[in-house]
């Protein structure tokens, strides 16, 4: 006797090779076995004939932390419901927050966010102490290295602070250029933490940026589109760009509102560059589109050319790897906590739009249906 079983999906795991028709039995929140339990027992039984089961998704890149909490709801921070907006009601187990609080607001972030949602909440903390809207970093009074590196180095042994992030872009750093990346790597490197660093518009410039970044760091907003990425003027890589990927930086999409070009995406992928995470930098300003939600930023990559088992592993254990957390979730190997994600793919004509407007057509699109989280059905969409 199971407490659930998702009976004749066809399951998905890249992290163990799986991809066959199976049931999948879980007990006690967790997953007991991926095979044949046709003759088993459970409390709950979900019929999935005809859906897709893979490890519950992952969002490297989102923000949700509700302003509200902390500002009085001024709307500044952008954010969305880790649970209903970017988390379980969306297919996705665990969101990743891309530095929507600082220590200086992170203690209202713990108790108001991770610990409140259903949805597993980890978080990189911003290198400013309280970040909002404007020049998150423009201003030397945002900045307190002491504190930020103590309460990153606990919170990450409380095992929810994954590392530092920091905008390196003209909008967040003001008059600071290049001192907020390297104030977020001296936080990164003496917390013993590690960083994820936002591409936007020079100061600083890209060059300037990855020569900063080494093994491990995560660049987000990787395939931007607009002058200032990781392409010349020939779009190629700059030799910078190479250097980066050669040290072992990582690169995350966080398609967001102005960060995700369709042809940045082919000119990069066609030169050989990597892709570690499928992530949407949702907030308030992109969930009408261009982004709405994770199953969209995935079937992109479907349309892209990526086949479906390698748009599940970038949107499950590959990030998880990212973020060192791959021995907890991003696979539903024997043991681990059950979290999964039943979709199906539909077949069809699909507008998708980039983050510079351009408009092109999917022949697929991804739906979530159930959401497993630690071994409950915690969502499903209405029919
Ligand atoms: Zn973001």
Known sequence: MYSLIVKGARVIDPAQGIDAVADIAVDAGKIVGIGDYAAATASRVVEAGGLIASPG????????????????????????????????????????????????????????????HTTRVLAFMNVSLMPRSGPRHGDWQNFSQGLTIRMAEEEAEAGVCL???????????????????????????????????????APPIIQDVLNQMDDGDILTHCFKGTAGNLLGRDRKP?????????????????????????????????????????????HSANIKGPVF?????????????????????????????????????????????????LFRVDDGEFPVVDSEGKRETASQMIRPVHTIRAGELVHSAVA
Not at 171 to 199: D, E, F, K, W, Y
Not at 240 to 254: H, N, P, S
């Open 163 to 201: 590392g530092i992030k920091v905008l390196a872009s003209q909008n967040h750093c003001g008059n600071l250029g290049n001192i907020p990346m390297q104030l977020a790597v001296q936080a990164s490197r003496l917390s013993g933490t590690g960083l994820m660093v936002h591409l936007g518009e």
């Open 57 to 116: 998704w992952v969002d490297l890149h989102v923000h949700c932390f509700p302003d509200i909490h902390v500002f009085g709801g001024d709307g500044t921070l952008g954010s969305v419901d880790a649970d209903t907006d970017c988390g379980i009601a969306t297919g996705v187990t665990t969101v990743i927050d891309a530095g929507t609080s600082g220590a200086g607001t992170w203690k209202a972030f713990r108790d108001l966010v991770v610990d409140r």
């Open 238 to 282: 700059l030799p910078e760009t190479l250097a980066a990927v050669d040290r072992g930086v990582k690169f995350d999409i966080g398609h967001g509102k102005s960060s995700f070009s369709f042809d940045t995406c082919r000119y990069c992928l066609d030169a050989g560059l990597p892709i570690h995470a499928i992530s949407t930098d949702i």
């Open 293 to 341: 939600d994770m199953a969209t930023t995935m079937s992109k990559f479907l349309h892209l050319g990526f086949d479906l088992p390698e748009v599940i592993r970038l949107s499950t254990v590959s990030p998880a790897e990212l973020i060192h957390r791959d021995h907890e979730f991003g696979t539903m190997h024997e043991g681990r906590e059950a979290d999964i994600t």
